[in-house]
């Protein structure tokens, strides 16, 4: 504060040094240096009367420019201040670089969601596959019975799912979830290992009862969501003819009945999750590029299937699914028509440990897969698992935002102190930043988030920033079942 006070008052005085730089000070105060062998007045002769008000002024508020100091004192401290500046401003442009890459990638992947959509070519010969639609379930039975009733209703009015069945692998279920969903018409498996927690186990146990006679599709969906009419069909025929592991369009609805209602931190999250599970999968489907698994509504050939394990326990075994597929040379595809929906829970505990669940499952799943991505990408020269890495490590949209904005304020005031470089870069991620929000908005956003509160989303970090802090002090490693809302 002094320092910029004393900047302040030499440019009224009409001194200019360049640049400012802030160390610790000779005589007791701070050091104000500059290149400064002289100070000039714009060329003009500086009046000694002022010339020694200045300097007075800089020495009662405990100032000395370098220049003024013992040869002694300049010998070291005009190289810390040097390599203090040095490293800063390294600093600063490596983490501008960064968010400019990642802001980047995300416009990139905003924009190419308003590209003509990629057709999905349906199989020449419209026979009935034999496909399963497999469900596990762990204490559902506030729901079960309307969420498998809808499903046979999809099943018995398309032909073309004429051969598909409906299993539900009743889990470490202890109420009555087993036998409502089979008086619903569903085929039902129980299984009971407490020391195997997750739905990757129970979908493992599914696999593992189909080995004998195997389908040629196995779709994966949760017991707590809404599979929309036609959902199952597109998926089975767009993972026939890719011979392709197919996401669904899944994303979140708002709790309740009334828009109206909704707070602004519900209205935040589902946008959020729309841009990341809709628009950003819709842009890399329109490039030709794979996409993430991100939760129910997941087709895969049985084939592909084998080449992999879903036995885990992982906090977010959908996406690791994905990537292990990746891998294997079997990487995902976006299906849009594929409309599956779930509903934020309205609990406020619900819905943390659910956000909790997500976060650190996907802060974790990049730690250890991105370099795994990577290496695979190299070494196959596969571009799907490459896409995968950089499209995981776009971080979540509120903390993205976050650190952006943190970076450019300390690079905005490092350029009075250092150089303008940092703030460039941080400026360019904030154009990119702001632009890729805004075409995200315009895809999805208006129906739930009105412009003004979109300009809120910094404020929605206070919420999640309980979330990201206990990642790195005790990150959650079992899973755990989010509550439902009362029936």
């Not at 969601?113 to 204490?139: C, D, G, I, Y």
């Not at 669940?357 to 730690?367: A, K, Q, S, V």
Request: proline share 6%.
């Amino acid at each position: 504060h002094a320092a910029l006070a004393a900047r302040t008052s030499l440019a009224g005085l009409g001194f200019q040094q360049f640049p400012v730089r802030f160390i610790p000070g000779l005589a007791g105060g701070p050091s104000f240096p500059g290149n400064v062998d002289s100070w000039s007045s714009h060329g003009s002769t500086l009046d000694s009367a002022i010339a020694s008000g200045g300097l007075g002024l800089l020495g009662a508020l405990g100032i000395q420019p370098i220049a003024m100091a013992s040869t002694d004192d300049r010998a070291w401290l005009e190289p810390l201040v040097h390599a203090l500046l040095f490293v800063g401003e390294c600093l600063l442009l490596l983490a501008g670089g960064l968010l400019l890459l990642a802001s980047a990638l995300l416009l990139i992947e905003c924009g190419a969601a308003l590209l003509p959509r990629r057709s999905v070519p349906t199989p020449a010969a419209e026979a009935a596959p034999k496909a399963v639609v497999l469900m596990p379930a762990h204490n559902e039975s506030a729901m079960i019975t309307e969420t498998v009733m809808g499903l046979q209703h999809q099943l018995r009015q398309d032909a073309y799912l004429a051969e598909t069945e409906l299993w539900v692998i009743a889990d470490n279920c202890d109420d009555g979830t087993a036998e409502l969903a089979r008086q619903a018409g569903a085929r039902v498996l129980e299984r009971f290992d407490s020391n195997a927690l997750g739905k990757g186990y129970a979908l493992d146990y599914g696999l593992q009862q189909m080995t004998d006679s195997p389908p040629e599709v196995v779709v994966m969906v949760d017991a707590d969501c809404k599979v929309h009419p036609g959902a199952i069909a597109h998926l089975v025929r767009a993972s026939i003819a890719h011979r392709r592991p197919i996401q669904g369009n899944y994303y979140m609805t708002l709790p309740g009945d009334s828009l109206a209602e909704a707070s602004l931190k519900d209205r935040i999250t589902v946008f959020a999750a729309r841009v990341k599970n809709e628009v950003r999968s819709s842009g890399l489907t329109n490039l030709g590029l794979p996409s993430l698994l991100v939760g129910s509504g997941m087709a895969c050939p049985w084939a592909a299937l084998q080449t992999v394990s879903l036995a885990s326990g992982d906090l977010v075994e959908d996406m690791k699914l994905g990537f292990d597929l990746a891998i294997a040379k079997h990487p995902p595809m976006f299906c849009r028509d594929a409309v599956i929906t779930s509903s934020l829970p309205e609990s406020d505990a619900a819905a943390q440990s659910q956000r909790t669940r997500w976060e650190h499952g996907r802060l974790d799943l990049t730690r250890r897969y991105f370099p795994k991505l990577i290496g695979a990408g190299l070494r196959q020269g596969l571009v799907g698992p490459i896409t995968l890495a950089l499209d995981m490590s776009i971080l979540p949209l509120s903390l993205l935002v976050t650190l952006w904005g943190g970076v450019a304020m300390l690079s905005f005031a490092f350029a009075f102190v250092g150089g303008w470089m940092p703030l460039v870069v941080a400026v360019a991620g904030g154009v990119c930043l702001g632009s890729a929000i805004l075409l995200a908005w315009l895809q999805v956003g208006r129906q739930v988030l009105p412009l003004g509160q979109l300009l809120l989303v910094p404020v929605f970090i206070f919420w999640k920033l309980p979330i990201f802090l206990r990642f790195l002090l005790n990150p959650q490693r079992n899973w755990v079942r989010t509550e439902r809302d009362p029936a």
